[in-house]
């Protein structure tokens, strides 16, 4: 069965800080992945998609970048952290135009 | 994106009780998937709706997806105090680089009092 991960699960880092989360996924080849970030409990949206390796897409202008290095590795990274990126992260993985199946979350505080 | 308009924004009910929610969108989306998040988890996957008008069971929830594909619904019957959390209705949409994101709705939170 495939199962998701992600971490770390919690996160405090103070503003300027560089930020790496990661997210793999297991008993699946070529997934299509997603990172997603959901503030106040509230209203999840997009902030990046790979559908392979090393191919990134960005749904909205940020300070994050996105990278995969592996089939099954996508992680989330910024070079300063500004406040606001404060939030709960969430990685998916999807096969071709199935549903989406998501990881157990990274909450992110930026201080 | 294409906006999802979902409604109640929030809940608060006896157990026991049947829920309804819904969702509506101004475009048309080919799949409909609705989703509960716990506190401080992420979505976990309740329904997944692939056709005009397909009416979807499993367990004591419903779900149908609108036979224009701009909306649906989510029904929970007798509800139980586990039932407390997010529900969040999203619509499946290709993507520019050949690939399909979801657009959610900003989630209804369902309170049950035992």
């Known amino acids: 069965s495939q199962t998701i991960h992600q971490w770390p699960a919690t996160l405090v880092q103070p503003v300027g800080s560089p930020l790496s989360l990661e997210c793999t996924v297991e008993g699946t080849s070529n997934p299509n992945l997603y990172w997603y970030r959901q503030a106040a409990g509230r209203g999840l949206q997009l902030l990046f998609y790979?559908?392979?390796?090393?191919?990134i897409s960005s749904e909205v202008p940020q300070n994050l970048s996105a990278s995969r290095p592996q089939d099954r590795q996508f992680i989330l990274s910024s070079k300063k952290l500004l406040l606001s990126d404060s939030g709960f992260y969430l990685c998916?993985?999807?096969?071709?135009?199935?549903?989406?199946?998501f990881g157990p979350g990274t909450r992110l505080t930026v201080l | 994106g294409q906006q999802l308009n979902q409604s109640p924004q929030s809940m608060f009910i006896q157990e026991g009780e049947d829920v309804s929610m819904n969702c509506t969108s101004s475009s048309i989306f080919n799949t409909w998937l609705w989703y509960k998040q716990d506190p401080g988890e992420g979505p976990v996957l309740l329904i997944a709706?692939?056709?005009?008008?397909e009416l979807t069971s499993n367990g004591r929830l419903t779900a149908q997806f609108g036979i224009t594909r701009k909306d649906s619904f989510l029904n929970i019957s007798a509800s139980i105090p586990s039932d407390v959390g997010i529900y969040f209705c999203?619509?499946?949409?290709?993507?520019?680089?050949?690939?399909?994101?979801?657009?959610f709705g900003k989630g209804t939170s369902l309170l049950v009092t035992p």
């Open positions: 790979s559908v392979g390796i090393g191919q």
């Open positions: 709706l692939y056709k005009a008008g």
């Open positions: 999203a619509g499946l949409h290709s993507t520019s680089n050949s690939g399909y994101a979801l657009n």
């Open positions: 998916a993985w999807s096969v071709s135009s199935d549903t989406q199946y």
